[in-house]
């Protein structure tokens, strides 16, 4: 799956928890322009890091969730994997860092 189109998932994902039901709301309530909210759903354009960032800031969220291919959403969802990503967010940043290259590096290899 490409980037930009997990990206989309993960955002409509994170939109829903929010209750977020329209790309007006999410638009308000994110700081952007509804034009934006579009093409980032609909995987038209791609995202800037500092933009990212920011999305992931308004969303309560780190940017790695907001990239998390769909396999591993799903190991997140269960019980232990709740665990794991409350024990990552304990991690200093540049601990995380490395989890987020193992887990990069993980997916790749099992493609």
Do not use: C, F, H
Not at 11 to 38: D, F, N, P, V
Not at 50 to 64: F, N, P, R, T
Not at 67 to 75: D, S
Request: proline share 2%; hydrophobic share 40%; aromatic share 2%.
């Amino acid at each position: 799956m490409e980037a930009r189109n997990i990206l989309a998932n993960n955002l409509r994902l994170a939109l829903e928890r929010r209750s977020l039901k329209s790309q007006a709301q999410a638009a308000s309530a994110l700081g952007i322009a509804q034009t934006q909210i579009s093409n980032l759903l609909n995987g038209r354009k791609s995202v800037r890091l500092d933009s990212l960032e920011m999305l992931s800031d308004a969303l309560e969220s780190e940017v790695w969730e907001l990239l998390l291919p769909p396999e591993l959403q799903t190991v997140l969802n269960e019980r232990s994997g709740r665990d794991l990503l409350e024990g990552i967010r304990e991690l200093s940043e540049k601990d995380r860092e490395a989890v987020w290259q193992m887990i990069q590096k993980l997916y790749s290899a099992g493609r």
